[in-house]
């Protein structure tokens, strides 16, 4: 069964051709924190890099939490790989379907509760005209078993 609570982080930022857009700490409705935001377009590549604070949030056992980046200008959309943050039991049978499904552009991180944790995301994608006053917003659901 599937449970999904949406939150939409608009992470709004100018993107300038060649300079970095940075951002100030943010929290989500989780309490995920997310900093060091920058997004730039690199010969013809668009990067995508941001820093993901893990510290007051409780996963479940059977349960992940799948954060999806996207870039949008409010008509055209792409969708980045994604980070999820599994709970125990969700971690092992990740691992255990990586090696029967291949490899997988989303990053899994197993959370260990009551611990500080960081993710580093970085990602590059072939830049496109469209991208060029984007913003980064950010997509939040909770998973529980059976994806």
């Not at 599937?2 to 300038?16: R, V």
């Not at 943050?85 to 260990?112: L, N, P, Q």
Request: aromatic share 12%; hydrophobic share 35%.
């Amino acid at each position: 069964m599937k449970h999904f609570y949406f939150y939409l982080a608009a992470i709004l930022f100018s993107l300038l051709s060649i300079t970095p857009s940075h951002a100030q700490l943010m929290d989500t409705n989780y309490g995920l924190t997310i900093g060091d935001i920058s997004y730039h377009n690199t010969s013809n590549r668009m990067e995508v890099d941001f820093t993901i604070f893990i510290e007051n949030v409780k996963i479940r056992p059977n349960h992940s939490l799948r954060i999806t980046p996207y870039l949008t200008n409010g008509q055209e959309m792409m969708q980045l790989p994604a980070v999820v943050i599994d709970g125990r039991r969700r971690h092992i049978v990740h691992e255990r379907k990586k090696y029967d499904m291949g490899e997988s552009a989303d990053t899994y991180i197993r959370r260990f509760n009551r611990k500080a944790q960081i993710v580093d995301y970085q990602t590059d994608v072939m830049f496109e005209t469209w991208m060029e006053n984007s913003e980064l917003f950010l997509r939040e659901e909770w998973v529980s078993c059976h994806d």
